[in-house]
DNA sequence: ATGTATGCAAAACATTTGCACCTGG
DNA sequence: CCAGGTGCAAATGTTTTGCATACAT
């Protein structure tokens, strides 16, 4: 916990025991996709006492701290994921909502390329594929 | 409107003065990416009375038709787009909204292959450039 | 006629905010 | 100690829904 804790420094936060709590179920789900509710959730389960408010000011400074990255996937509500790593994108199942993430520098280069032609001076971009995944057409209905 | 007539009945919707309007309001829009906002205020100062929730239902309704195109752009409102031509992508201004669209082959192609790679049966995808416009670019602050 | 569509108001969500209290450094 | 963080409840913004009435076929 220590490591977090120096985390939060780097990110320029103060180590409070809720953002400590909420950086560790983060990094602990298996789930690498998980929306304001499901962190509130796994609070609770674990008998911690820290409000929903909480949460989504906590997730949006970690946004805004680039600690963790936050997607519309669908109308409903935002899941985030730890920015660890590389950008990536990915494909979500229509089905069950099973996020599979990838990286293709061919489509990087191609977008880099796009944003530049239209005068764009690209700050991000998201590329998502909806589709059934594998699972999900064996056990078709 | 003969033909907004046809177009609601090649869809199996039944021909009301609602639908109509609204597929009118969407086709002469110069905005091709509208809210559901954006379509009520356009009836309202147009005198007509047609209830908000009938936008949403009757917008609804038309994406399920295939008539337009719903995206989630930001976490706020939803846009609608109609349907009408080629599938393709889009560039967001993060600080005026203002979007543009762009079709891209290669990024195509690749989608495809990625999704096939992962056992997904795709289903859509959408792939969305955030950046700075060149207008909003020009009048930086 | 009659089943479907609409308008209105209320409900349902996801998310944000005001404010008094608590806590980390 | 004191700025900043948190909890709670209330506010917000978007979208959906229940229900009585109106309309297209």
Redesign the interface.
Known sequence: MAVQNAELRRAGLKATLPRLRILQILEDSTDLHVSAEDVYRTLLEAGESIGLATVYRVLTQFEQAGLVI?H?F??GS?VFELAAGEHHDH?V??RCNRV?E?V?Q??EE??RR??AE?????????????????DC?RDSD
Do not use: E
């Open positions: 936050r519309n669908d109308g935002a494909l199942c229509v599979t990838f293709d061919v489509i191609r977008q796009i944003a239209n005068g764009f001076a690209m700050t991000d971009h998201s590329l998502v594929i909806h589709g059934i995944c594998s057409q």
